[in-house]
């Protein structure tokens, strides 16, 4: 048996094929959205993931207004910002958040599933979102993906 034959190949840049996706966000629970999204944007949907490559799929969400939250969390869940002086802990609410900027309270929940070094900032800036149904990368082309059918 010739084991030279059986090599693990590494993806690399050379290698992967970066392909657009399209998500519409429209009556999707937050949190399952984001963790289908965060293995998109990894990765880990391809046959030849590597963990230290950026080997996913940028993404596109619309409708970010639009996306469900389950139970109370809509004002019971309290998120803080600390600007790193003392008492300067700012507490808002989620539907605050979402009143504010519905685009950001998406991409916050995206970005906390991500790996928390330079991969995991790489990886976020192949994230689009946009709190309406219209976006700005039809020339990119991507392709419509149902989000329902990962979940």
């Known amino acids: 048996m010739n084991t030279l034959s059986y090599k693990t190949v590494s993806a690399n840049k050379e290698t992967i094929k970066k392909e657009w996706v399209l998500v519409d966000a429209q ?23 590597t963990p230290h490559v950026d ?33 300067g802990r700012h507490d808002k609410t989620v539907a605050e958040l979402l009143a504010k900027n519905p685009a950001r309270m998406v991409e916050r929940t995206i970005k906390g599933m991500l790996p928390k070094n330079r991969l995991g900032a790489q990886l ?23 989000i329902n059918a990962i979940i």
């Not at 629970?29 to 880990?44: E, T």
């Not at 139970?71 to 003392?86: A, E, H, I």
């Not at 976020?124 to 149902?146: C, I, M, S, T, W």
């Open 55 to 87: 080997c996913g799929d940028n993404v596109i969400i619309i409708n970010a207004d639009k996306v469900k939250l389950t139970g109370d969390k809509l004002n019971s869940r309290v998120l803080f910002t600390y600007s790193g002086y003392p008492g």
């Open 124 to 146: 976020f800036r192949n994230l689009k979102v946009y709190a309406g149904a219209e976006h700005n990368q039809e020339a990119q082309q991507p392709k419509k993906l149902d």
């Open 27 to 49: 009556d999707v629970v937050l949190g399952r959205l984001a963790s289908a999204v965060a293995k998109i944007l990894r990765g880990k949907n391809k046959p030849n993931f």
